[in-house]
Structure formats: structure tokens, C-alpha cells
């Protein structure tokens, strides 16, 4: 099974700095049909995770431009530009490129 | 709108069994393949189990192979899991959500295995 490595394990930021979380991937997630199919959700305490980036680095509908997703093959990167109280939570990538799909394992963003 | 609804959750003892429900509504469900991923209480995403939309595909965390079954009835538009031999590391709020994009996900179902 592919392996997500999730670095750093817990962020701190204060409100308006500007942090990235990275995701590394055991294997290429490139599909043979071209696309490359690493997610990034957020899940608020107590709430179900939510997709904030998918295929990399569409933005999912309702997501503020403040998050953005980059990278290829092996090494992506979620950054969010201007950190908000809103965007306290846990971040996963998530991979569905090879089966079976496979979570990363968690980046936890605290206020400093 | 797109819903998931997770039900079939609760306590149940050592070794018991229990099937979990996840009815969707708002997308043709037999379009897109599910998964069921848990998290126990304090920790990570884990995920459970796959089926493609016409049940071809079927795969399993190895924590749960031999145990658990996941299917779906694509006429009732429902997903379920199976659970058999249950442990207490079984205990979990366990999720149903669409595959490939994980952009839906149900509120989940509570699983307490105890004795």
C-alpha cells in the first residue's frame, strides 16, 4: 500500500502568518489516465473532514484562495496563505491514485 | 445536495457483530465507488474498506480482512459494512465517503466495542 508521510505533526501559527504542510508519498501518484489524485481535507473538532484541494490543486468550491496545493509524483505541499481562526483543525492528504486509498497522518494546526 | 447518512452504530460486546448503513442521496450513487474509513477516539484517519460501483472491487485495511464485509445495494442506494468478531480496537466513529475525491462524507455512525 502506498505510504502518505504528513510533515510536521502539529503547526503552530499565529492569525495571518502564512504556513505549508507537506505530504510525501512512497510511490508516484500519477494515474495512467493523467491525473494525479492527492487530496487534502481539513477536519474541525468534532466535525467530519471536508476536501479543500483535490487532483493536487483544485480548489473545491466554497474554499477560500487563501489554500492552495502544488506538487508531483511523489512530493506535494498545502500551504494556506494567511492563517484564520477557522482554519484551526487537523489537515490529511489523502491518495486514491492506487488502490487501496491510503491517509496520511494528520497535520494538527494550533494558534500560538 | 449531496447526503450521506451513517446509521447501524452503538455498543456492542467482544466478539459480537454489526452492520453499519450509509443511504445516499443527491448523486447516482451506482456512478461511484465508496469507501468506509474510521477514527478511533483521539487519532488519525483509517481507512476501512472499498467497493467500485458495480461491486467488481472490493479491498480491505488488513486490520479488518476476514472480518469485516463491506457491499452496497445500488437499487436502494445504500452502503454497508459487516462487522464480525468485533474488538475493542474496533472502536471507532466509523464514515462512509464518495471515492475517488473523499469530497463527501456522512456525519458517521458510532461503534463502542466493550464488554
Known amino acids: 500500500d502506498v505510504v502518505l508521510t504528513q510533515t510536521p505533526p502539529t503547526l503552530s501559527a499565529t492569525i495571518g502568518q502564512s504556513v505549508s504542510i507537506s505530504c510525501r508519498s512512497s510511490?508516484?501518484?500519477?494515474?495512467?489516465?493523467?491525473?494525479?489524485?492527492l487530496n487534502w481535507l481539513l477536519q474541525r473538532p468534532g466535525q467530519p473532514p471536508q476536501l479543500l484541494i483535490y487532483?493536487?490543486?483544485r480548489l473545491e468550491s466554497g474554499v477560500p484562495n487563501r489554500f492552495s496545493g502544488s506538487g508531483s509524483g511523489t512530493d506535494f505541499t498545502l500551504k494556506i496563505s494567511g492563517v484564520e481562526a477557522e482554519d484551526l483543525g487537523v489537515y490529511y492528504c489523502v491518495q486514491s491514485t492506487h488502490a487501496p486509498p491510503t491517509f496520511g497522518g494528520g497535520t494538527k494546526l494550533e494558534l500560538k | 445536495e449531496v447526503q450521506l447518512v451513517e446509521s447501524g452504530g452503538g455498543l456492542v460486546q467482544p466478539g459480537r457483530s454489526l452492520k453499519l448503513s450509509c443511504v445516499a442521496s443527491g448523486f447516482t450513487f451506482s456512478n461511484y465507488g465508496m469507501n468506509w474509513i474510521r477514527q478511533a477516539p483521539g487519532k488519525g484517519l483509517e481507512w476501512v474498506a472499498y467497493i467500485s460501483s458495480g461491486s467488481s472491487y472490493i479491498y480491505y485495511a488488513e486490520t479488518v480482512k476476514g472480518r469485516f464485509t463491506i457491499s452496497r445495494d445500488n437499487a436502494k442506494n445504500t452502503l454497508y459494512l459487516q462487522m464480525t468478531s468485533l474488538r475493542s480496537e474496533d472502536t471507532a466513529l466509523y464514515y462512509c465517503?464518495?471515492?475517488?475525491?473523499?469530497?463527501?462524507w456522512g456525519q458517521g455512525t458510532l461503534v463502542t466495542v466493550s464488554s
Open positions: 510511490q508516484s501518484l500519477l494515474h495512467s489516465n493523467g491525473n494525479t489524485y
Open positions: 487532483l493536487v490543486s
Open positions: 465517503a464518495r471515492h475517488p475525491l473523499f469530497a463527501y
